[in-house]
């Protein structure tokens, strides 16, 4: 079963910073990896999606890798700000066994301070 | 539009009460789905539909109840509840359920007395 793991738990940075978060996962055999967005009590943003064939997608100060291979992705978020204070998931979409159902992270906390 | 919309945004029920949530999405997507979420946890799958049809069910209890009148409209009825249901249910829909990219509504904030 995929098991998806997200570090650090929670951060806390002064404004301007260019921040990792890493999203891991356990099975490979993946069809695509999905970056969210939630803020308190809200619903989910979608950031950024990686099909299991690319290796990196950008939006703007956003920029997320996919390394299949060790099971690995990581959103880089340059020049942080405090309006990017939120909870970041990531979430696997697994292909093996004909699963396709995301399986989520359980969320990084940012907070970036002025 | 990329736009999936919940109403009603709160809802405090009772035990005894019957209420339904309500999901739209005019993206033309062909797969909707209801989560679960409690704080500072992630999203839990509750169902699955695929072309108005029920495709997985997570061992949901059936005090839960999907419905899915229409490509665009996913509702979830809700009866004889326990304080333990109350959270943030929360409306998907994706182009398909394969390589999906899914778009999340602001959720509906559900408390039950």
């Known amino acids: 079963k995929q098991e998806v793991t997200q570090i650090p738990a929670a951060l806390s940075v002064p404004e301007g910073e260019n921040l990792v978060l890493n999203c891991s996962f356990t099975d490979s055999a993946i069809y695509n990896l999905q970056w969210f967005r939630q803020d308190p009590g809200k619903g989910l943003t979608s950031l950024l999606l990686i099909q299991s064939s690319q290796r990196e997608q950008t939006s703007g100060r956003l920029n997320a890798s996919l390394d299949k291979s060790s099971g690995r992705s990581t959103l880089y978020i340059a020049a942080s700000q405090p309006g990017d204070s939120a909870t970041y998931l990531c979430?696997?979409?697994?292909?093996?066994?004909?699963?396709?159902?995301?399986?989520f992270g359980r969320g990084t906390s940012l907070i970036v301070h002025p | 539009d990329t736009e999936v919309t919940q109403t009603p945004k709160h809802l405090v029920m009772g035990m005894t009460n019957k209420k339904s949530l309500k999901c739209e999405q005019h993206?033309?997507?062909?797969?909707m789905y209801w989560y679960k979420q409690k704080a500072k946890k992630p999203p839990e799958l509750m169902f699955v539909?695929?072309?108005?049809?029920?495709?997985i069910n997570e061992s949901v209890p059936s005090r839960f109840s999907p419905e899915c009148p229409n490509s665009s409209l996913l509702n979830l009825h809700l009866h004889a509840l326990q304080p333990e249901d109350s959270a943030l249910y929360l409306c998907?829909?994706?182009?398909?359920?394969?390589?999906?990219?899914?778009?999340f509504g602001p959720g509906t904030r559900l408390t039950v007395l």
């Open positions: 539909y695929s072309y108005e049809k029920l495709s």
């Open positions: 998907a829909s994706s182009q398909e359920t394969v390589y999906n990219e899914q778009f």
């Open positions: 979430a696997v979409s697994d292909a093996s066994g004909g699963s396709y159902i995301p399986t």
């Open positions: 993206m033309g997507h062909r797969a």
